[in-house]
């Protein structure tokens, strides 16, 4: 079981907005500034798209916001487009031995 | 260009012992930190491993808490993962992965990875 929960799966059509929340504690996300996510398509490895709760680091679309309130974190991907289907994954540093726990994953159709 | 080329991976028994490397080229390696990610066949992303620019300072999950060993050799630009006592459970793609930002180690997002190296566990 990961430390974070995410949806498994959410899904919208081109042009829609849809919302990824991950929920932590206190002793992660809601206690730190230092929540991230990520996007990995099929095969590849993962693209950094957010840190820092909601920067976005150069090159990533503007369609791609982070937030952050108490507990859960959020990612949402504005006019979503058929090359934003993949899996995406927040990340939390964590006041625990473990330094940084992962969500278990979101999986994004585009209809 | 950043780039992360990880080599090691391969089929081992369990209770065996591998050891991957991760080269590294395109920036200044003795700034960052640097983690080892593991992403289990079909499952979701497990940070395994960090060390700090300097190695002065390493960092476990639990799971491998006392078997895995993370080292780096800054004249060689190259970060280590010495894994013992493999287990079936260790199964899994190992991606090396490069802190965005000189702060808080695993902290601020990784935002270069390798291509990954398989490691199977199993008899």
């Known amino acids: 079981q990961s430390a974070l929960t995410q949806p498994a799966s959410v899904s919208g059509s081109p042009g829609q907005s849809i919302t990824i929340s991950c929920t932590g504690t206190?002793?992660?996300?809601?206690?730190?500034?230092?929540v991230s996510w990520y996007q990995q398509h099929p095969g590849k490895a993962p693209k950094l798209m957010i840190h820092?709760?909601?920067n976005r680091p150069s090159g990533v679309s503007n369609r791609f916001t982070g937030s952050k309130s108490g507990n859960t974190a959020s990612l949402t991907i504005s006019g979503l487009q058929a090359e934003d289907e993949a899996d995406y994954y927040c990340?939390?540093?964590?006041?625990?031995?473990?330094?940084?726990?992962f969500g278990g994953g979101t999986k994004l159709t585009v209809l | 260009e950043e780039q992360l080329l990880e080599s090691g991976g391969g089929l081992v028994q369990p209770g065996g012992s591998l050891r991957l490397s991760c080269a590294a080229s395109?920036?200044?390696?003795?700034?960052?930190?640097m983690s080892w990610v593991r992403q289990a066949p079909g499952k979701g992303l497990e940070w395994v491993s960090a060390?700090?620019?300097?190695?002065?300072?390493?960092y476990y999950a639990d799971s491998v808490k006392g078997r895995f060993t993370v080292s780096r050799d800054n004249s060689k630009n190259t970060l280590y993962l010495q894994m013992n006592s493999l287990r079936a459970d260790d199964t899994a793609i190992y991606y090396c992965?490069?802190?965005?930002?000189?702060?808080?180690?695993?902290?601020?997002?990784?935002?270069?990875w390798g291509q990954g190296t398989l490691v199977t566990v199993s008899s």
């Open positions: 992965a490069k802190d965005r930002a000189v702060v808080v180690v695993a902290a601020s997002g990784f935002d270069s």
């Open positions: 395109g920036f200044t390696f003795t700034n960052y930190a």
């Open positions: 060390i700090s620019g300097s190695g002065g300072s390493t």
């Open positions: 206190s002793s992660d996300v809601g206690g730190y500034k230092y």
């Open positions: 820092d709760v909601s």
């Open positions: 990340s939390s540093y964590t006041s625990s031995s473990t330094l940084l726990v």
